[in-house]
């Protein structure tokens, strides 16, 4: 790590800008991976002989993966820093995508998809601490939105240009061209982020891993931390199921769109999701009135998904999927909302296990949805209604358990 003198955190250098770039472009190859599923779900269940169930588990095993390393990953960063921490997890995600482009049956694919979950895990949450630890405070959730904005390129590629690609030469050609990229991410990360000192750092003794765990375990017991988890558990996952597993299939089955004209309204639903972010992240309200932004727009997409559920009209069901991605970037919010709900000593920790909340709630979703879809369809069901009806049902209860659950001391 660099021996680079303290700066000072009202000011961040260009040096500074230049190093969250390149950590942003992991993360915008987990964007990428974690939204495969909806455009190649139709020729993987050709090739491997799909149902619901089998393709929410594809979908649902790279959350999983990545959502079951949060925890590792944070300690990691507490102990080994940033640069370290991903230069060593992301080579697997590399490796998952070799093995899955080569893969000759279910059990490999599933295989790969682990593992890209795993060598992803510290992508996002990489970006953040490095904002909590050198960026000001103040512009946490703006910077923090322009991030995740910047990041959601990986988005773009898996609308319009991943369809094309496939209709081209095959699925398989998807992921050779996504494991160049991750070859290429970490090129620059290893090449241009040597992370600076921090003042904080100065005399502090470095944790055991005993110990890291230990203080991992002590979020658990603040009461605060359940309503934030369990908002954390359905908000994002809401937008990565619609965008990421069940678009593509519903536009195709629904509406008899192409495998490129669902991609258009995927790519469509990711640029403007790409706005949301940063316009929330200007928007913040600041502490004394943000949890109630976060639980109006939770209840607003919950109502959006119920509506939209029912809806069998073409134009309904491309322009819900844009609605509902400019407003997912109200989820930045709960960034700042977890950076202002714990003391600076525990910032990392408790994003990591926000972070932690929000895939393992995106893999849950994800699977759920499939045993929906395939119980739907059982009973003579339109599969995507249910699938739909049961993400706003989610949503409601996570707004609820937000609203009930005790909210931090300094923000009630």
Known sequence: MSSAAPLPSSSPTRAIWV??????????????????????????????????????????????????????????????????????????????????????????LLAGQVLIGIGCAPAFLVCTVFIARHMPPQRFAAISGLAMSVGGIGLLLTGTPLAWLIEASSWRMGFWVLAGWGVLAWVLIWALVHEPAHPTDAGRKKESVGQALAGFGTLFTLPHTWGILLLASVGYASFVSLRGLWLGPLLIERHG???????????????????????????????????????GFTWLVAGLFAAFSFSHSAVIDVVAPVVIGLLSGFMILQYADVRAAYPASMTGRALSVFTMAMFMGVATMQWFTGIVATAAQAQGIEPFTAVLASIAALLALGALAFVWLPGPPAQK
């Open 19 to 108: 190093m969250l770039f390149a950590l942003v472009t992991a993360f915008a190859l987990s964007q990428a991976f974690r939204t495969v599923a909806a455009i190649m779900a139709t020729p993987l269940q050709a090739d491997f002989g799909l149902d619901a169930k089998a393709l929410g588990l594809f979908a649902g095993a790279f959350h999983f993966a990545f959502g079951a390393m949060q925890l590792f990953m944070g300690i990691g960063i507490d102990l080994h820093g940033v640069r370290r921490t991903v230069l060593l997890a992301f080579p697997v995600a590399v490796a998952g995508a070799v093995l899955s482009a080569v893969s000759t049956s279910f059990g490999m």
């Open 257 to 295: 769109f192409s495998l490129v004209q669902s991609g258009n309204v995927a790519l469509v639903m990711s640029l403007v999701s790409l706005a949301g972010p940063p316009l929330f992240g200007r928007l913040d309200p600041g502490p004394a009135t943000r949890r109630r932004w976060i639980t």
